[in-house]
């Protein structure tokens, strides 16, 4: 079974799914379509009992380059730029709808496989840390970038990397907004593993998939549900307060900077306002 939506590919065979990011921005960029589509693909795996496992990976040579800004930010310039309550509260909204796009990967009780190609940035980032197992290409560069465009990082990532890389990392990659390749990524454990090239990875995922597909599917299922227990509760917390955080003070001068910065294709100068 095949299925094609605007940034979604879902194919289903042998008890495995394979979701695959389409775009349609460039490097597979997540714009409005992505985050209402993706927890709608995770949700329906979830329930789907001929699905025991999921391999995640990006259409082309990127994994994803992350939020698309350009499409994301006409429908919160109005909201970002009132400092009343109200645009404060449909903000909040908003941010919490994306993280919940995030943790539907997450919440899904098929195992989730990451197999990563090329750029991993931001928004990428935040869904392969969701993901149950990650796996790279010898090519893949991985990118919390999110300092960068005066943002703090709100959907997941600083809540779930801090168990899978441990803090010194996460803060290192955080504060920094420094790109790191795979054999990085794999030293610190983001990655289980790295292989030479884009099919070989893709294998390798679809071959770990197909091993758990085998197992028992509750057994399975459970397992997940009991690793995921603490963590999850922990995780939903820190979601709820980077949100309200970002809804308070995600405005300012640095984010419109930032965003004026990336459209002109240049060096952005932070004031600190």
């Known amino acids: 079974m095949t299925e094609n939506l605007v940034s979604l590919k879902v194919d289903v065979a042998d008890h495995v799914a394979e979701v695959t990011l389409l775009g349609p921005g460039k490097g597979n960029a997540m714009g409005p379509d992505f985050w209402r589509e993706l927890p709608v693909v995770f949700t329906r ?4 009992p001929a699905v025991r496992a999921v391999v995640l990976t990006g259409s082309g040579a990127h994994f994803s380059y992350g939020l698309d800004l350009p499409a994301m930010m006409p429908s919160w310039a109005g909201l970002l730029g009132d400092a009343l309550a109200g645009p404060r509260a449909e903000f909040l909204d908003e941010v919490r709808a994306l993280q ?19 750029w991993c940035i931001g928004g990428g980032l935040d869904v392969v840390a969701a993901a149950d197992i990650r796996v790279a ?3 893949a560069k991985f990118s919390l970038r999110e300092v960068k465009v005066a943002i703090v990082a709100d959907l997941g990532s600083l809540q779930r990397l801090a168990g899978i890389i441990g803090e010194g990392h996460l803060r290192e990659l955080a504060f920094t907004g420094k790109d790191i390749d795979a054999e990085r990524a794999l030293r610190i454990g983001l990655v289980n593993d790295v292989y030479p090239d884009r099919d070989t990875v893709l294998a390798e995922a679809r071959s770990t998939a197909a091993a758990i597909a085998a197992n028992p599917p509750l057994v399975v299922q459970g397992t997940k549900d009991v690793l995921g227990h603490e963590r999850e509760r922990r995780v939903a917390d820190g979601l709820r307060y980077v949100s309200a ?3 308070a003070f995600l405005p300012s001068k640095d984010l419109g900077e930032a965003v004026q910065a990336f ?10 306002r």
Do not use: Y
């Not at 796009?101 to 098929?110: D, G, L």
């Open 137 to 139: 290409s010898a090519d």
């Open 100 to 118: 919940h796009a995030v943790t539907s990967v997450a919440a899904c009780r098929k195992p989730v496989i990451a197999a990563v190609s090329g």
């Open 45 to 48: 795996l979830d329930a789907d």
């Open 263 to 272: 459209l002109e294709r240049r060096s952005p100068k932070f004031t600190g």
């Open 245 to 247: 955080w970002n809804a």
